[in-house]
């Protein structure tokens, strides 16, 4: 039954999916599930290792087996919330819903909807946090808050770090760094943009920086550390990450900036060129990793911009 309505079933809006109701094993995916995490079949079952309950957040699982199997007892209904890791391993909040079905031969499968509720569930935690903070904010905690936010300034234009802020919280963050972790440091240039000032004006150029910047801000991790270093060039920070991890977020921010950008009717092209470094292959203090980065963003332009080129020695 599967794979006759295999094409049915993804024409469903959705992250719809099939899994043995045993063996918790996937049947299908559609095409919807993929799509909500940016992923291939292929990759996507060989993370999850083909299993609904690999899907899910570790210490999620025995408590979502449970809560399936004890509402199957009962209907043939389901519905569960839990976390799971994407490909980037993001942490996402999930809502389940499944139903079960006996199919011709006796199996026995789940038809199942996935639900993102991971913005709206961030967004109660940092509200419930804030309002923690500050009900319990005592005088010792507002002198260290008001040392952070000196410490943190802001760029003007952008809202991204300035170049003294971004470096120190760098800094500061690769000095508790230990050896065994993985970060990367990105050096992004936005290719011709004295083009950009010359044909269309500074004012046009300085809402193309904010632009950039709001891409920047989508495309990386509420994790990683983004700042404007000056002019058109920007660095971001990936805490714990992964060479592929890495590799797609670079090549996402690539596809993301070539989107055409219009202004008063008229259509501005842009591109840019990225550098990367990794702790500590590269280096293990801001200047290593900045100098190897940006000598990888010099390659990256030369070899003709609108790319990423990872640091070789």
Known sequence: MISESMDLMNRIPGAFFVFDRHTYKFVFVSDGLLNLFGISEKAFLEKYFNSFEMFIYKEDRKLVKETIEGQFDFEDYCEASFRVKS???????????????VENDGSENVYALLFDMTEMVVSQQEISRMNQDLYNQSTRERVRHDQISRKAQMDGLTGLLNK??????ISDYLNESKNDQMHAMLMIDCDNFKAVN???GHATGDEVIKYFASVLKRTFRDSDIKGRFGGDEFIVFMKNTTFDATALRAKQLNEAIKKPYLK??????????IGVSYFTKDG???????NAAD???????SLGKDRFVEYRK
């Open 295 to 301: 000598d990888a963003l010099y390659k990256a332009k």
């Open 87 to 101: 490909i980037l391993d993001d942490e996402k909040y999930m809502i389940f819903q499944g139903r079960l079905v």
């Open 284 to 290: 293990n203090n801001f200047d290593t990793l900045f």
């Open 198 to 200: 010359d044909n269309f």
């Open 164 to 169: 003294t802020a971004v470096t120190e919280t």
């Open 264 to 273: 008063d009717g008229k259509e501005i092209r842009i591109s840019c060129s």
